[in-house]
């Protein structure tokens, strides 16, 4: 005991480490409580934070201030409708398509199954088959129950995001317009002695804002890059497979792994064991190996250095804790906590 109140002696007698202290467990407590009605507001916040990078990049070029935030703000619009009208529909269409063809690949799959014990039957048993497929069905069924629900709450759902797609615009423009009004708003309620707190958000911005874009430029490249590659070889799902591919850089290491298997079961049950799904699998190894050792690098030159054990930590830690958005910010968070701790 005595060693630990040594420690906070040491550590909590400065006046900046308790404001700094106090700030992060306001913010904490606010997301955790308030987190799902503040939604558009904290998600207005973290796109304008991505905007305003590009920005101050043209206001380096000279271009005034509200000019900049004017195209900047124009161009995001452009893109997201884009995306709404005209890429979404698509990958709607395509995971129609997945659905309608789930029976067809579940026959196929169970008729593959009841062949191995035939082939390999030192290593399993027609029992442990029936066991598997028994299971294989009740997770189908569960699925199936869960996308009803879905499907049932979904007016609601739409609703909420029509709500969403007016507000956050809106809000996202008003923050890259008066984003210096709203410091000096809030500086007002800052102690005044606060350089810890100024010196480790000046230390996570420059971290976490190089971060984010990159990851949102890795995520449209590879996107895109899977898409022409899937079209060009002919896959049945290649928009839907494309924007998997082009997700699954969100989560180091980990995506990587899991996307493997629905793009190898895409080519498997359209072409079967053929020299097409050997292409397919040879074609997105190389979009991989180009991620990983050519593109990624590029994009995060000495923004993120953190080990990749404490970054799979915190893809665990806080994906377990908020879910998609956890995983998407485990990195920034993980950068957070290393300032903190310095």
Same mark, same amino acid.
């Given at each position: ?30 997301? @955790? +409580? &308030?987190?799902?009605? @503040?939604?558009?507001?904290?998600? /207005? ?46 990958? /709607?269409?395509?995971?129609? *398509? !997945? ?26 048993? *027609?029992?442990?088959? +029936? ?17 009803? /629900?879905?499907?049932?709450?979904? !007016? ?5 995001? @029509? ?39 000046? *230390? ?40 998997? =591919? ?7 290491? =980990?995506?990587?792994? =899991? ?14 064991? /053929?020299?097409?799904?050997?292409? &397919? ?21 000495? =923004?993120?250095? &953190? ?7 915190? !893809? ?27």
């Amino acid at each position: 005991m005595k060693v630990f109140f040594e420690w906070l002696k040491r550590h909590f007698n400065d006046p900046q480490v308790i404001i700094l202290f106090v700030l992060l467990i306001f913010g904490t407590v606010v997301i @955790l +409580t &308030l987190g799902k009605i @503040l939604t558009p507001l904290l998600a /207005s916040v973290i796109i304008a934070y991505l905007l305003d990078g590009i920005v101050e990049r043209l206001r380096f070029w000279r271009i005034p201030r509200f000019m900049a935030v004017l195209i900047v703000f124009l161009s995001f619009m452009a893109a997201l409708l884009f995306l709404l009208f005209g890429l979404m529909p698509k990958i /709607s269409y395509q995971i129609g *398509q !997945v659905v309608a063809d789930l029976p067809a690949m579940v026959a196929r799959g169970q008729a593959q199954l009841m062949h191995l014990p035939e082939r390999y039957p030192e290593f399993i048993s *027609q029992d442990q088959i +029936t066991r598997l497929m028994r299971y294989f069905q009740t997770e189908v069924a569960r699925w199936g129950q869960h996308a009803l /629900s879905f499907s049932i709450a979904s !007016v609601r759902g739409i609703v909420t995001f @029509l709500v969403y797609l007016l507000l956050v615009p809106l809000m996202v423009f008003f923050f890259l317009k008066d984003k210096d009004k709203i410091f000096k708003w809030a500086q007002r309620f800052m102690p005044p002695n606060n350089e810890l707190s100024d010196r480790v958000w000046r *230390q996570v911005d420059r971290q976490t804002g190089k971060y984010i874009r990159g990851k949102f430029w890795e995520t449209l490249i590879i996107w895109g890059t899977s898409y022409v590659v899937f079209s060009l070889i002919d896959l049945r799902y290649a928009m839907l497979m494309g924007f998997i =591919v082009g997700i699954s850089v969100l989560v180091p290491y =980990v995506g990587v792994v =899991v996307v493997t298997f629905p793009v190898a079961l895409a080519g498997y049950f359209q072409w079967g064991i /053929s020299s097409e799904l050997l292409t &397919l699998l040879v074609a997105y190894g190389v979009i991989q190996l180009i991620d990983g050792n050519l593109l990624a690098p590029l994009l995060f030159s000495e =923004v993120v250095d &953190l080990h990749p054990v404490a970054i799979i930590a915190a !893809v665990l830690v806080f994906g377990g804790i908020w879910g998609f958005w956890g995983v998407f910010f485990a990195i920034p968070l993980a950068t957070l906590i290393e300032a903190v701790l310095s």
